[in-house]
C-alpha cells in the first residue's frame, strides 16, 4: 500500500513564501494526478478545496483561480516527490494542506497534512 507523506508547513508572514513537499512511497501504482488541497478550520476535508495539482505522465498543472501566479506546482519523478511553492501568501491561505494521489483505476490515497499560518 502506497503512503504519502508532507512537509513544509509552518507560520509566515503575509508576503512571504513557504515550499511544501509530497513524498510518495511503498507500492503506487499507475498514478494519475498529485493533487493540494486545503483544509480550514470548521470544514471537512473537501476535494472542492482543490489547491493545486500535476499529471503524472506530463506534467501538466492545474490551478485554483485563488492561487494562479502566486503558487506553483512541480514535480521530481526520481526522487516521486510532488512540491507546492506558495508565494505571497494571504492570511486567507492559512489551512491543513493535503496532497492526494488520483489514480488511472479512480482510488485515491491522501497524505496526513501538513498546518501552514499565514500572519498579518
Known amino acids: 500500500q502506497g503512503q504519502l507523506v508532507e512537509s513544509g508547513g509552518g507560520l509566515v508572514q503575509a508576503g512571504g513564501s513557504l515550499r511544501l513537499a509530497c513524498e510518495a512511497s511503498g507500492r503506487i501504482n499507475n498514478a494519475h494526478t498529485i493533487g493540494w488541497f486545503r483544509q480550514t478550520p470548521g470544514k471537512e476535508r473537501d476535494l472542492g478545496d482543490f489547491?493545486?495539482?500535476?499529471?503524472?505522465?506530463?506534467?501538466?498543472?492545474l490551478y485554483a483561480d485563488s492561487v494562479k501566479g502566486r503558487f506553483t506546482v512541480s514535480k521530481d519523478t526520481a526522487n516521486s516527490t510532488v512540491y507546492l511553492q506558495m508565494n505571497s501568501l494571504k492570511p486567507e491561505d492559512t489551512a491543513v494542506y493535503y496532497c492526494?494521489?488520483?489514480?488511472?483505476?479512480?482510488?485515491?490515497?491522501w497524505g496526513q497534512g501538513t498546518q501552514v499560518t499565514v500572519s498579518t
Open positions: 492526494s494521489l488520483a489514480t488511472t483505476s479512480g482510488s485515491r490515497i
Open positions: 489547491v493545486a495539482g500535476i499529471t503524472w505522465r506530463s506534467g501538466r498543472q
